[in-house]
């Protein structure tokens, strides 16, 4: 992790899903050699942030994959209550751990391993200060992890239910940022089985 120059910078990794879809145990398959949660881990360690908050479920064998996996850094592991909420609980929980006054937070999926480690920083170029938002998008598709100003962060710490922060984009309106890539791993996710080998 470095600081992106005078400006600070968090990291959210979203792994507390159940993985229904997949059949349980979806972050820890195997994916080109690693449990798959290691691609999201390694970009959100490798991008700007001086903090990674990693969001997981009462998940034991997960939460011993990831501390084999952060070798290079001190990523904070939050334990979402109850993950059937869904994606905007998990996203709550997580950026309460993160302070208020930094100037932003990305927030990554932990079932996407394959964004590349130039998005980051190229999200941050395109933030309209601490009051914008941006994602890359790919062929018209916007993906993720999305970087929120450090004013969004009292609004993601309330949000709840499985919306995430959809709704918070929207009312980004003009502030929102698509960033254009020619990175398809900003699209990809793991859903079930056979998504491991689509790719």
């Known amino acids: 992790m470095a600081e992106s120059e005078s400006r600070r910078f968090a990291a959210i990794v979203l792994a507390a899903g159940l993985g229904a879809r ?26 700007p942030a001086f903090s990674v908050v990693v969001a997981i479920g009462n998940d034991a064998e997960l939460e011993a994959a990831i501390r084999r996996l952060d070798k290079r850094a001190d990523a904070r592991l939050v334990k979402v209550a109850d993950p059937t909420r869904g994606m905007g609980a998990s996203l709550a929980a997580a950026a309460r751990a993160v302070p208020t006054d930094i100037d932003g937070v990305f927030v990554f999926l932990g079932d996407m391993p394959l964004v590349g480690t130039e998005v980051a ?39 709840d239910g499985d919306a995430g922060a959809q709704g918070l984009i929207r009312q980004a309106g003009e502030r929102f940022i698509a960033v254009e890539t020619d990175n398809a791993g900003v699209l990809f996710d793991i859903d079930r089985p056979a998504d491991i080998h689509r790719v």
């Not at 997949?22 to 991008?47: D, V, W």
Request: no cysteine.
């Open 121 to 159: 920083p190229a999200l941050i170029r395109a933030l309209t200060g601490r009051s914008g938002i941006a994602a890359p998008s790919h062929a018209g598709k916007r993906g993720h992890p999305v970087l929120f100003g450090g004013d969004w962060i009292p609004a993601l710490r309330a949000l």
């Open 22 to 47: 997949f059949g349980g145990g979806k972050l820890l398959a195997p994916f080109r050699g690693r449990p798959l949660i290691a691609g999201a881990l390694a970009t959100a360690f490798e991008s």
